[in-house]
């Protein structure tokens, strides 16, 4: 897959063999020119050791480089943890000639466990050495755990006479329930916006797709999601009061929205991509909060993966979640299919079993029948095959 990459930005990828060898599992984002940055982290109270120093230099809203390993979370490390990524970026400071502030670390992979420094710190030449050798790809699967194939994405943006580009990195496929999963996305682009436009853009970006996603209902230690934009395109500068911030907003969540249904479709043994639509609700917060209790069942989603139109329940999430639900309003449909009218059964069970045979993706719509407000959640199905990967996830 062959992509139009922002000006100025470089790639490098080597293996460390930070979990096992075999694989590249240790990458680099350059930037030839300072660029301004915003970033959304995990609200998990228990942060991994570069999220916490991350979260520190992002007050700056300047960046050059990110440094990203898989296999390893670096997250109940302790002060050993802030050393260690303290040292790598020291030593990559003094390789790449940076400010050892505008680099950025980030770490995905197995809570507990120290990294193994003196691997990674033999590989940090290479790495140097290796910039501009790397695609976007080989960045994509070097930050991969359990993924199954590499998340990856490009778009273009004519801001004034100048073309401008964004792309994104992203992995993730088990502990999905950002609340900002284990989740991972580094954007880059070479347009000239300023910090608030940026970090206000990031926000919204992030509430539309990564913050509307579900696998498990877990939220990671080290949720991260970073944005650099270095401004070489050479486009007059976006603001908030630019004609073209519009424009800018709707390329950035084309991109995160993408990447975020990467993600469910990955999602660790489903099969199904389901998007919860809850709607007739008599504000915003009860919508959300119906729709993420189904999207989060277990029970929902093991019913969806056995192929079992069991809107029992679903009725059961919905009543439970802390929504205003009056029972005898409720419909529910799959797709077009109506499964409950009036809070029972439409008669429709067996058509229902067997359209979720012959679905890979589905919209479950929830009408509460109660008012005008709507919310949707994207996830996924939940399989034995979840179980395997996670009972096996440290062997």
């Given at each position: 897959m062959s992509?139009?990459?922002p000006?100025?930005?470089?790639?490098s990828a080597?293996?460390?063999?930070?979990?096992?060898?075999?694989?590249?599992?240790?990458?680099?984002?350059y930037s030839?020119?300072?660029?301004n940055?915003?970033?959304?982290?995990?609200k998990?109270?228990?942060?991994?050791a570069?999220?916490?120093?991350s979260?520190?230099r992002?007050?700056?809203?300047?960046?050059?480089v990110?440094?990203?390993?898989?296999?390893n979370a670096?997250?109940?490390t302790?002060?050993k943890?802030?050393d260690?990524?303290?040292?790598?970026?020291?030593?990559?400071s003094k390789g790449?000639?940076?400010d050892?502030r505008?680099i950025?670390?980030a770490?995905?992979?197995v809570?507990?466990?120290?990294?193994p420094?003196?691997?990674?710190k033999?590989?940090?030449p290479d790495l140097?050495?290796?910039i501009?050798?790397?695609?976007?790809?080989?960045?994509?699967?070097?930050?991969?755990?359990?993924?199954?194939f590499?998340?990856?994405?490009s778009?273009?943006?004519k801001?004034g006479d100048?073309v401008g580009t964004i792309?994104a990195?992203?992995k993730?496929a088990?502990?999905i329930?950002?609340s900002?999963a284990?989740m991972?996305?580094?954007?880059?682009?070479d347009?000239?916006?300023?910090?608030?436009?940026?970090?206000k853009?990031?926000?919204?970006a992030?509430?539309?797709?990564f913050?509307?996603?579900?696998?498990d209902?877990?939220?990671s230690?080290?949720?991260?999601v970073m944005?650099?934009?270095?401004?070489l395109a050479g486009?007059?500068?976006?603001?908030?009061k630019?004609?073209s911030?519009?424009?800018?907003?709707?390329?950035?969540n084309?991109?995160?929205?993408?990447?975020?249904?990467?993600?469910?479709?990955?999602?660790e043994g489903?099969?199904?991509?389901?998007?919860?639509?809850?709607?007739?609700?008599?504000?915003?917060?009860?919508?959300?909060l119906a729709?993420?209790a189904?999207?989060?069942?277990?029970l929902?989603?093991?019913a969806?993966y056995?192929?079992?139109a069991?809107w029992g329940?679903?009725?059961?999430a919905?009543?439970?979640?802390?929504?205003?639900v009056?029972?005898?309003?409720?419909?529910?449909?799959f797709?077009?299919?109506?499964?409950?009218?009036?809070g029972?059964?439409?008669g429709?069970?067996?058509?229902?079993?067997e359209?979720?045979?012959s679905?890979?993706?589905l919209n479950?719509?929830i009408?509460?029948?109660s008012?005008k407000e709507?919310?949707?959640v994207?996830?996924?199905?939940i399989?034995?095959?979840?179980?395997r990967i996670?009972a096996?996830?440290?062997?």
């Amino acid at each position: 897959m062959s992509l139009k990459i922002p000006r100025g930005f470089k790639f490098s990828a080597v293996e460390a063999a930070i979990k096992r060898p075999g694989r590249k599992d240790l990458a680099l984002i350059y930037s030839d020119v300072d660029a301004n940055a915003s970033a959304v982290f995990t609200k998990n109270l228990i942060k991994a050791a570069p999220v916490k120093l991350s979260m520190k230099r992002i007050t700056s809203q300047k960046a050059r480089v990110i440094i990203v390993n898989s296999g390893n979370a670096n997250a109940c490390t302790g002060k050993k943890g802030i050393d260690d990524v303290v040292e790598i970026i020291k030593l990559l400071s003094k390789g790449l000639g940076i400010d050892e502030r505008l680099i950025y670390p980030a770490s995905t992979g197995v809570i507990g466990t120290p990294l193994p420094m003196e691997r990674i710190k033999s590989t940090l030449p290479d790495l140097i050495s290796g910039i501009g050798k790397a695609t976007l790809e080989d960045v994509a699967r070097a930050i991969m755990t359990t993924d199954t194939f590499p998340k990856y994405i490009s778009t273009e943006l004519k801001v004034g006479d100048e073309v401008g580009t964004i792309s994104a990195v992203a992995k993730g496929a088990g502990m999905i329930n950002p609340s900002m999963a284990t989740m991972l996305c580094f954007i880059i682009t070479d347009l000239s916006i300023d910090k608030s436009a940026l970090s206000k853009a990031l926000k919204e970006a992030v509430d539309l797709s990564f913050n509307r996603i579900t696998i498990d209902g877990e939220t990671s230690t080290n949720d991260m999601v970073m944005i650099m934009a270095n401004s070489l395109a050479g486009n007059d500068t976006i603001s908030l009061k630019s004609k073209s911030y519009r424009d800018f907003k709707k390329a950035l969540n084309y991109v995160t929205e993408e990447l975020a249904k990467m993600i469910v479709r990955d999602g660790e043994g489903a099969t199904k991509v389901i998007k919860v639509i809850v709607r007739g609700a008599q504000n915003k917060k009860d919508a959300e909060l119906a729709a993420r209790a189904v999207a989060n069942s277990l029970l929902v989603k093991t019913a969806l993966y056995g192929n079992d139109a069991n809107w029992g329940r679903i009725m059961s999430a919905i009543g439970a979640s802390g929504a205003r639900v009056i029972e005898e309003k409720v419909d529910i449909y799959f797709n077009h299919l109506q499964i409950v009218k009036k809070g029972m059964s439409a008669g429709n069970d067996s058509t229902a079993n067997e359209l979720l045979k012959s679905s890979k993706e589905l919209n479950l719509i929830i009408d509460l029948a109660s008012g005008k407000e709507e919310f949707s959640v994207l996830t996924c199905d939940i399989s034995e095959d979840y179980v395997r990967i996670n009972a096996e996830y440290r062997t």
